[in-house]
């Protein structure tokens, strides 16, 4: 089909109507964001009464005052948020594709059924095991731990992930395990060798979604880190809005615009496999 | 024969050995970590707890505690609000900007690169901060709003504009289902519009007869996932009310009446069987989806 509008008149307004569009609603949702940055770089006296993005008077002391403004520095809550981070980031990559091959190559007694718990999982509102979890894991001492935010990512908790990896798993061919099968490889040797390498892009969504929720999860991390010295960003972010009670605006922005760089480079460097990600499987 | 089929049940018991052997982890976390915790809450439900002395059985004393309990008719109210304008209203944007990139258009990566990047941020707690200001007195929104000369209220401050504010955070993070409407847009057969072209249909008549009969199942999808998501909203809520769900509970989100119960009262009861209403509320709002998805949700396989 010949695409149509290619030089007549009406049809170069038109498309010229819609980037008109489409940048003027990509304006109105960055500029809070572009606001935010420009303002951790003006004098608090100005910050509400500018609204523009280039700052005229430069402040550059609200990121070392931030940095410097909680009970330890920004540098603590960082270090703790990259531990959970890591954690979760290793227990979800191994967990969920060592659960994912089962589901989607073996043949085993019990697979159907446990394959529909693991879907009814998707659907359990978090709230509701995380009051007996919190008393399990306050009982046998973990509060005050990282250990309830990452040890049950080794169990393949994160449904959401196992699921991604069965369809990735599912669409690939068998005749590369058949093959292996023959030239004598056992199952762990396929996993390892045979389908974890050409599984990259599953794993790179599984691994840049598990980034971004655990860089930004906030309940869990409230309820089981109340220590100063063992809180994450977030949770030290929001102490900072309790603490400066509106007193410094441009460090509070200062240290919003620290704790969303992470996330920011993770969009930079994965967005390809963010968006497959997404459109395949409805993540959000 | 026999010696074939011993063959294949030894490779199958291998078969089988090492499928339990990866599933371990999973088994494991079911019955720890989800399951067995599920099934606890449940108990729990029906008792007096504060984490402090033993689990006290009330029987169905929290159940009747939510009738009467008019700040928990508040939450729902609100959580219902939000979830109810919040979702269609997002769809609506999402499913509108997917049409208006569709087609071929030049640059297309980078608007959806920028669309999509408050999905990923929206949950943060800095975003949440930096929405208190944006809506605050002195904030962006009213700025720009005194550029026109009006006054706007402070949106955070006020029981009646608090939650809007909540909105459009929500709105805001449009940019996910706008990918996955662009991939299912991608799904629709060139040959249905060329036939429907063919038939003298105009581009709205192709809209409405073509290309939303063939969305409604992503339709269908993003709004069930957007509504079990936006009933458990927590952090935004939390973060724009400085934790209180204020002002006068207007922006009392369930989730953040239920964490100040389990956290901030120490009611763990009657915080599990806050949690097991939400269970039910939830799977409800699913079933009734799903019952009302066979009149408008169109599957092109006769389904």
Same mark, same amino acid.
């Given at each position: 089909?010949?695409?149509?509008?290619?030089?007549?008149?009406?049809? #170069?307004?038109?498309?010229?109507?819609?980037?008109?569009?489409?940048?003027?609603?990509?304006?109105?949702?960055?500029?809070?964001?572009?606001?935010?940055?420009?303002?951790?770089?003006?004098?608090?006296?100005?910050?509400?009464?500018?609204?523009?993005?280039? $700052?005229?008077?430069?402040?550059?002391?609200?990121?070392?005052?931030?940095?410097?403004?909680?009970?330890?520095?920004?540098?603590?809550?960082?270090?703790?948020?990259?531990?959970?981070?890591?954690?979760?980031?290793?227990?979800?990559?191994?967990?969920?594709?060592?659960?994912?091959?089962?589901?989607? #190559?073996?043949?085993?007694?019990?697979?159907?059924?446990?394959?529909?718990?693991?879907?009814?999982?998707?659907?359990?509102?978090?709230?509701?095991?995380?009051?007996?979890?919190?008393?399990?894991?306050?009982?046998?001492?973990?509060?005050?731990?990282?250990? $309830?935010?990452?040890?049950?990512?080794?169990?393949?908790?994160?449904?959401?992930?196992?699921?991604?990896?069965?369809?990735?798993?599912?669409?690939?061919?068998?005749?590369?395990?058949?093959?292996?099968?023959?030239?004598?490889?056992?199952?762990?040797?396929?996993?390892?060798?045979?389908?974890?390498?050409?599984?990259?892009?599953?794993?790179?969504?599984?691994?840049?979604?598990?980034?971004?929720?655990?860089?930004?999860?906030?309940?869990?991390?409230?309820?089981?880190?109340?220590?100063?010295?063992?809180?994450?960003?977030?949770?030290?972010?929001?102490?900072?809005?309790?603490?400066?009670?509106?007193?410094?605006?441009?460090?509070?922005?200062?240290?919003?615009?620290?704790?969303?760089?992470?996330?920011?480079?993770?969009?930079?460097?994965?967005?390809?496999?963010?968006?497959?990600?997404?459109?395949?499987?409805?993540?959000? | 024969?026999?010696?074939?089929?011993?063959?294949?049940?030894?490779?199958?018991?291998?078969?089988?050995?090492?499928?339990?052997?990866?599933?371990?982890?999973?088994?494991?976390?079911?019955?720890?970590?989800?399951?067995?915790?599920?099934?606890?809450?449940?108990?729990?439900?029906?008792?007096? /707890?504060?984490?402090?002395?033993?689990?006290?059985?009330?029987?169905?004393? &929290?159940?009747?505690?939510?009738?009467?309990?008019?700040?928990?008719?508040?939450?729902?109210?609100?959580?219902?609000? /939000?979830?109810?304008?919040?979702?269609?209203?997002?769809?609506?944007?999402?499913?509108?900007?997917?049409?208006?990139?569709?087609?071929?258009?030049?640059?297309?990566?980078?608007?959806?690169?920028?669309?999509?990047?408050?999905?990923?941020?929206?949950?943060?707690?800095?975003?949440?901060?930096?929405?208190?200001?944006?809506?605050?007195?002195?904030?962006?929104? &009213?700025?720009?709003?005194?550029?026109?000369?009006?006054? @706007?209220?402070?949106?955070?401050? &006020?029981?009646?504009?608090?939650?809007?504010?909540?909105?459009?955070?929500?709105?805001?993070?449009? @940019?996910?289902?706008?990918?996955?409407?662009?991939?299912?847009?991608?799904?629709?057969? *060139?040959?249905? /519009? *060329?036939?429907?072209?063919?038939?003298?249909?105009?581009?709205?008549?192709?809209?409405?007869?073509?290309?939303?009969?063939?969305?409604?199942?992503?339709?269908?999808?993003?709004?069930?996932?957007?509504?079990?998501?936006?009933?458990?909203?927590?952090?935004?809520?939390?973060?724009?009310?400085?934790?209180?769900?204020?002002?006068?509970?207007?922006?009392?989100?369930?989730?953040?009446?239920?964490?100040?119960?389990?956290? @901030?009262?120490?009611?763990?009861? /009657?915080?599990?069987?806050?949690?097991?209403?939400?269970?039910?509320?939830?799977?409800?709002?699913?079933?009734? &989806?799903?019952?009302?998805?066979?009149?408008?949700?169109?599957?092109?396989?006769?389904?």
């Amino acid at each position: 089909m010949p695409r149509r509008g290619g030089g007549t008149g009406t049809g #170069r307004i038109r498309r010229l109507v819609k980037h008109v569009m489409l940048i003027l609603v990509g304006t109105v949702m960055i500029y809070p964001l572009l606001w935010m940055v420009a303002s951790a770089f003006k004098p608090d006296a100005l910050i509400f009464r500018d609204p523009s993005l280039l $700052p005229t008077d430069i402040d550059l002391s609200h990121f070392p005052n931030g940095w410097s403004a909680l009970a330890h520095p920004f540098s603590v809550y960082l270090l703790n948020s990259a531990i959970v981070v890591l954690g979760a980031l290793i227990g979800n990559l191994v967990s969920c594709s060592m659960t994912a091959y089962a589901f989607a #190559r073996l043949r085993w007694r019990g697979r159907k059924v446990s394959f529909a718990i693991m879907l009814l999982t998707l659907m359990v509102p978090i709230y509701v095991i995380l009051v007996p979890q919190y008393v399990a894991f306050s009982q046998i001492g973990w509060v005050n731990t990282f250990l $309830p935010l990452i040890v049950p990512k080794f169990l393949a908790t994160d449904a959401f992930f196992v699921f991604l990896m069965v369809q990735f798993f599912r669409g690939l061919p068998r005749e590369l395990d058949e093959a292996a099968k023959i030239d004598g490889a056992g199952y762990w040797r396929i996993f390892f060798r045979i389908l974890l390498p050409i599984s990259v892009p599953a794993l790179a969504t599984t691994a840049i979604f598990t980034f971004v929720w655990t860089w930004n999860d906030f309940f869990a991390q409230l309820i089981y880190l109340t220590k100063p010295e063992m809180q994450t960003a977030p949770v030290a972010l929001r102490n900072f809005v309790d603490a400066t009670a509106g007193a410094s605006w441009g460090s509070l922005f200062a240290m919003s615009i620290v704790t969303l760089i992470p996330v920011f480079i993770v969009f930079l460097v994965g967005q390809k496999y963010l968006v497959k990600g997404i459109a395949t499987t409805g993540l959000k | 024969m026999t010696k074939t089929g011993r063959r294949m049940s030894a490779a199958a018991r291998q078969e089988e050995r090492a499928a339990w052997m990866l599933m371990a982890p999973w088994f494991l976390g079911v019955v720890a970590v989800t399951l067995g915790p599920l099934l606890a809450s449940l108990y729990l439900s029906f008792t007096d /707890y504060n984490l402090l002395s033993a689990p006290e059985w009330v029987g169905l004393e &929290n159940y009747a505690e939510m009738l009467r309990d008019t700040r928990l008719h508040k939450a729902l109210a609100v959580t219902a609000t /939000y979830t109810f304008v919040s979702v269609p209203l997002m769809l609506a944007v999402a499913l509108a900007l997917a049409m208006l990139l569709n087609r071929g258009i030049k640059g297309l990566a980078f608007y959806r690169s920028v669309y999509y990047l408050p999905s990923l941020l929206g949950g943060s707690v800095a975003v949440g901060v930096l929405w208190r200001q944006v809506f605050g007195i002195e904030g962006l929104v &009213n700025q720009f709003l005194g550029l026109f000369g009006i006054e @706007g209220p402070g949106w955070i401050a &006020n029981p009646d504009t608090a939650l809007i504010s909540l909105i459009l955070l929500h709105v805001w993070t449009f @940019g996910s289902s706008m990918v996955i409407f662009l991939a299912g847009l991608r799904q629709i057969p *060139e040959h249905l /519009y *060329e036939a429907a072209a063919l038939d003298g249909a105009s581009k709205r008549e192709q809209f409405r007869h073509v290309t939303v009969p063939m969305l409604t199942p992503i339709i269908f999808f993003n709004m069930v996932l957007g509504i079990i998501n936006s009933f458990q909203t927590f952090t935004q809520a939390f973060v724009v009310s400085g934790g209180t769900g204020g002002p006068s509970d207007s922006t009392l989100l369930y989730s953040l009446y239920l964490y100040s119960e389990a956290f @901030g009262r120490l009611h763990m009861g /009657y915080a599990s069987a806050m949690a097991w209403l939400l269970v039910v509320i939830v799977g409800v709002l699913t079933a009734i &989806n799903f019952y009302f998805s066979k009149r408008w949700v169109f599957y092109s396989d006769g389904n």
